[in-house]
T-cell receptor
Framework: QKEVEQNSGPLSVPEGAIASLNCTYS??????FFWYRQYSGKSPELIMS????GDKEDGRFTAQLNKASQYVSLLIRDSQPSDSATYLC??????????FGSGTRLQVQP | DGGITQSPKYLFRKEGQNVTLSCEQN?????MYWYRQDPGQGLRLIYY???????QKGDIAEGYSVSREKKESFPLTVTSAQKNPTAFYLC????????????FGPGTRLTVL
């Protein structure tokens, strides 16, 4: 079992729709969770971090964390073509550096 | 203007050569990291350092070496012992340690000729 799992996609949504990206992790002691966006050929850029159960909103982005079920998700409201990218979920257990999922490719259709 | 810089952006290596990738940060971060990314894959940890003059191996350290002589700098050497070095190399830093947010440099794309 991979430590951090994501559906590779592509996830295709129409412009203006809500995109829902999911991530599960295996280590129950995981403490902090991050979503990064990576455009093709570029380095990852931080979108959001979340540390506590529940929802955290930042503009069009909402991160959701459920530690009991060991999943974290990212919702993108009013999706735009510029949101088309690969979204990486990263988990930190506190023992070492981040563990990354392989990413979900999102395509927003105009 | 604070940030993380990596150089060069593109690097070509002949088989049997050692090459060194530069990573510098002016964010006053204590911790620095090196990751490798292969096409369609997530990031895999090569080495990390939480403090000057100290570093630890990550998941795929074989064939790589690092140094941390200054807080601002964490160069990565890809040695001839690394059998498949063609990849996208990313350097990151965080303010203190493992639970802090990591910020990434622009990356170096290494190709073996």
């Amino acid at each position: 079992q991979k430590e951090v799992e994501q559906n590779s996609g592509p996830l295709s949504v129409p412009e203006g729709a809500i995109a829902s990206l999911n991530c599960t992790y295996s280590d129950r002691v995981s403490q902090s969770f991050f979503w990064y966006r990576q455009y093709s050929g570029k380095s990852p850029e931080l979108i959001m971090s979340i540390y506590s159960n529940g929802d955290k909103e930042d503009g069009r982005f909402t991160a959701q964390l459920n530690k009991a079920s060991q999943y974290v998700s990212l919702l993108i409201r009013d999706s735009q073509p510029s949101d088309s990218a690969t979204y990486l979920c990263a988990v930190n257990t506190g023992r070492r550096a981040l563990t990354f999922g392989s990413g979900t490719r999102l395509q927003v259709q105009p | 203007d604070g940030g993380i810089t990596q150089s060069p952006k593109y690097l070509f290596r002949k088989e049997g050569q050692n090459v060194t990738l530069s990573c510098e940060q002016n964010l006053n971060h204590d911790a620095m990291y090196w990751y490798r990314q292969d096409p369609g894959q997530g990031l895999r940890l090569i080495y990390y350092s939480q403090i000057v003059n100290d570093f630890q191996k990550g998941d795929i350290a074989e064939g790589y070496s690092v140094s941390r002589e200054k807080k601002e700098s964490f160069p990565l050497t890809v040695t001839s012992a690394q059998k498949n070095p063609t990849a996208f190399y990313l350097c990151a830093s965080s303010r203190q340690g493992h639970t802090d947010t990591q910020y990434f440099g622009p990356g170096t794309r290494l190709t073996v000729l």
